[in-house]
Nanobody, 129 residues
């Protein structure tokens, strides 16, 4: 079971930037790297469904249309850390952001909750003047 812990959330003004980090642990003995896992970021605004923001299989990435060109997902496998760089933030980007992982060795880019096997605890991002 993979354990994920997000950090980096906070309050930012519209047009500002924020970088979220996700530290992974709890790997199977002998396979201590996130390189085996497809990873993603989700967000959930009050009263709305959890939606996929970006995902990374390690070979390719995908983004929701609402964030394309503004957000960038990346990973540092040596540090077992996933990142989400968020630029040109808008009020509608406000929500709880979750780090997520699909099963190891899967080729599915996790952009839907049903594809996720591990979730982080979430970190609040608020975009407001």
């Amino acid at each position: 079971q993979l354990q994920l812990v997000e950090s980096g959330g906070g309050l930012v003004q519209p047009g500002g930037s924020l970088r979220l980090s996700c530290a992974a642990s709890g790997f199977t003995l002998g396979y201590s790297t996130i390189g085996w896992f497809p990873l993603g970021w989700f967000r959930q605004a009050p009263g709305k469904e959890r939606e996929g923001v970006a995902c990374d299989t390690g070979r390719s990435t995908n983004y929701a249309d609402s964030v394309k060109g503004r957000f960038t997902i990346s990973r540092d496998n040596a540090k077992n850390t996933l990142y989400l760089q968020m630029n040109s933030l808008k009020p509608e980007d406000t929500g709880v952001y979750y780090c997520a992982a699909a099963p190891a060795f899967s080729t599915i880019c996790p952009m839907t909750p049903s594809s996720v096997s591990s979730w982080g605890q979430g970190t609040q991002v608020t975009v407001s003047s």
